[in-house]
Every structure is written in C-alpha cells, then in structure tokens.
C-alpha cells in the first residue's frame, strides 16, 4: 500500500485479479431519456445487477483475501444492516471462512434472511449501527476474529476500485463520473483508479443532504460528522467519513454535492419507470444530483455509478405513491357535498369525462369538520401530470360543489 495506508494502482489492479470470476463484471447502459435532458451523453454503470445486489461484494472479497491463513481460520466479524453485510457473508461463502455478522435490532427481516441465506451467523444486537458496532468490535477482540471495515480499509477501497477500471477499459473517453458518498470507500476506490489512469477525468461525489459529512470535512479540511436528520438513502448515511477515505477524496475528489430526499424519490422512480431499472435509494443520488442541477454536465459523456438494488420493497412503494403526489400524476380531490343521491355520480362523471381514473375514493360521514347534511368524499385520481391536472381541478370547479387538493 501506498503512504498513509492509500492504496496505489498495483493494489487496484492486484484487487481485480482477486475478484475476477468471483463477481460479475457489470454491464454499462445508455440512457438516452437521460442524456436528452441534460444534453449530455448520460450512461449507467449498473452494480445493483453485481453479486448480494451492490458493489460491496467486491471489496469484501479482497479484503477477505488478504487474510493470513490463521486469520482466516479463525473467522471474521462485520457489522451492517444492510449491503456491507451481505458482501462479507458472500465474500466469507466463496473463500470458506466463517463469519458473523452483527445488525442492529431493526434491521429488516428480509436483509436478515439475505444474509443468513450466504451462509453467514446473525446476531441481532444494538438500538442503532452505533450500539452495534461496538458490541461487534467487542465481540471480535473477545473470540479473536477480524473485524472487517465496511469502507475505511485499504484492501476494500482497492476492491471498489476495480469498478473504475472496468468503466476505462469499456469507455476510455468517458469524461466524469458521478458516485454516490457515504464513508467513501467506493468513490475512494474510483478515484484513485481513474485518476492515475486518466488524470482529466472528474469525479463527483453526491451525498443527502441530512448527512453529508464527507462535503463538510472536505470543505473545513479536517473530519466531521453533520448530521440534520435522517434519510432515506440508508445506504450513504454514514455520520463520520473514515481517515483513509477521506484523505483520498481530499486528493482526488473533483466536488461532493448533497440532494434531499424528495429528489432521491423522483431519481428513483425516474430510473424504474424510464429506465426499468430497480434501484436503492442512495444508488439513485447521482442522477438526483443532476435533477437537482447541482452539477452541470452539458456535452460530457458522463458515467452515473448506480451501486445497489436492494431497496425495501414498502419503501419502494412509498416513494412511487409519494413522487407520483408531487409530479401531479396522483392527485387527491376532497369534497364537501350535500348527503343525497347522484352526487357521487356527478363528481366521477366528471372525472371520467376529462380523462382521469380513480384509484381510490373513500367517503367519511363522521369527521368533526363535516356540515350535517353533508358528506365529505376524498377521490384519489391517477392523471398524465401537471397540465392534465390543471384541466380536472378547473372542470371540477364547474360542478360547484366545495373541494379541495389535498396533497
């Protein structure tokens, strides 16, 4: 390894002879919705189709490769709710080593199950990640097992370099890369390859908004954690960048740009209905970036890494209705209208005349605010967006009946 623990492009081509045939070499796919606008050649390299559904298999696995011989008889320890655990327990499945993974006690059952499926011990132990590394670090020392770093360890940042490689060899005159950041092993990791090999290339990292304490440091050049909320991108909310990663990014990193949740939504959604491409929060933050305008990306051939898949499905189903509410394309129309016969007819009529399906409608007859002699009546309606939506809520003022959008 290179001076302070940095790894050098040796290591990372080193890390790809290790992974070969263990991972898949993921495929790179154009986006021509994309690139139409924001006038740029736009491409997606596609790590949630990568083994355990995210890139972390790769550092996992040269990582684990390095052990010595007893170290690896002995067995290794992680801790992770979510796509660092799957890794080492895939990782510790094709080199024959044991391994123990600690999650916190909410981890979801599903991410449980994945795990224990590589072959891998679950112990279910903390309030929170805090709470459980430390009792996973206790536990290590106590039965004298490695303690594999989820993105703060050389050997793993090599391993998530190899994807940089990959990107070179397929698309040597691709101009900049956008990673989402969360500790930085996996921009770190990209940063170093592409770089020594094409020092033009730029490098854009992309964090929440409630937890971006890699831009912060980077900005006060020292490590700080900054934190104002929590977010649903689990997977970059990391609250201290580590010393390795973040002496790199220091280095190499072009820019590190934050995005809030509600475009992390739309960036997801955007890439399952345009793209038919199934993504995690986190991995859809470069294209949120972009959304966003955060970053300007006009005539660039630009590669957007999308580093997982594994989303909770009843999340996924909560940023679908929820960004469908904000594009207008699911509206709510509540009404106050008198208790008599024809009067729903006559509302769904009309929703029905202008184009407008009604997904759901629910009529409550007991809330406080509702008039005697008159039902209040909430009608869900799917439309095609803004303007269609527009036209429904001016020819619903024509009935003259009282209502309101409740989105």
Request: some cysteine.
């Amino acid at each position: 390894m290179g001076s302070f623990g940095i790894p050098t492009i040796e290591d990372i081509r080193r890390a790809a002879e290790v992974v070969k045939g263990k991972v898949n070499r993921t495929p790179i796919d154009h986006s021509t919705t994309a690139s139409h606008v924001f006038g740029a050649d736009v491409y997606f390299k596609l790590e949630n189709l990568q083994k355990t559904g995210s890139f972390k298999a790769r550092g996992a696995l040269n990582k684990l490769a390095s052990l010595t011989t007893r170290e690896k008889e002995n067995g290794v320890i992680a801790v992770s709710a979510g796509n660092h655990a799957q890794g080492v327990a895939y990782a510790a499945r094709m080199l024959g080593i044991k391994a123990k993974i600690v999650m916190p006690d909410f981890t979801t059952p599903a991410k449980v199950v994945a795990v224990e499926g590589y072959g891998a011990e679950v112990v279910l132990k903390g309030r929170d990640y805090n709470e459980a590394r430390e009792y996973s670090l206790e536990l290590a020392r106590g039965e004298e097992k490695t303690y594999i770093e989820g993105f703060n360890d050389p050997w793993v940042i090599s391993g998530q370099g190899t994807i940089g490689l990959e990107i070179l060899e397929d698309m040597p005159d691709v101009d900049a890369v956008i990673v989402p950041v969360g500790g930085g092993g996996l921009i770190s990791g990209i940063a170093l390859a592409m770089k020594y090999l094409k020092p033009s290339i730029e490098i854009y990292g992309v964090q929440s908004e409630l937890i971006d304490s890699m831009k912060v440091s980077m900005e006060e050049g020292r490590i700080t954690s900054h934190v104002t909320g929590e977010t649903i991108a689990d997977g970059i909310a990391i609250k201290y960048p580590g010393d390795v990663t973040f002496e790199i990014c220091q280095r190499y990193v072009d820019r590190v740009v934050t995005v809030s949740d509600e475009t992390l939504g739309l960036a997801l959604y955007t890439m399952l209905e345009r793209n038919k491409i199934l993504v995690e929060p986190a991995a859809a933050a470069p294209l949120a970036a972009c959304l966003e305008r955060k970053l300007d990306i006009r005539g660039k051939k630009v590669v957007m890494i999308v580093s997982g898949g594994n989303t909770n499905l009843l999340l996924l189903s909560k940023i679908i209705y929820k960004t469908m509410e904000l594009e207008r394309m699911l509206v709510r129309f509540e009404f106050k209208i008198p208790d008599r016969p024809g009067t729903l007819h006559t509302i769904a009529s009309k929703i029905s005349e202008v184009g407008g399906n009604i997904y759901h409608a629910e009529v409550d007859n007991l809330s406080s605010d509702t008039p005697v002699g008159y039902q209040t009546v909430t009608f869900s309606v799917s439309l095609r967006g803004p303007g269609h939506a527009d036209i429904l809520e001016r020819k619903l003022g024509e009935l003259g009946y009282a209502f309101r959008v409740v989105n």
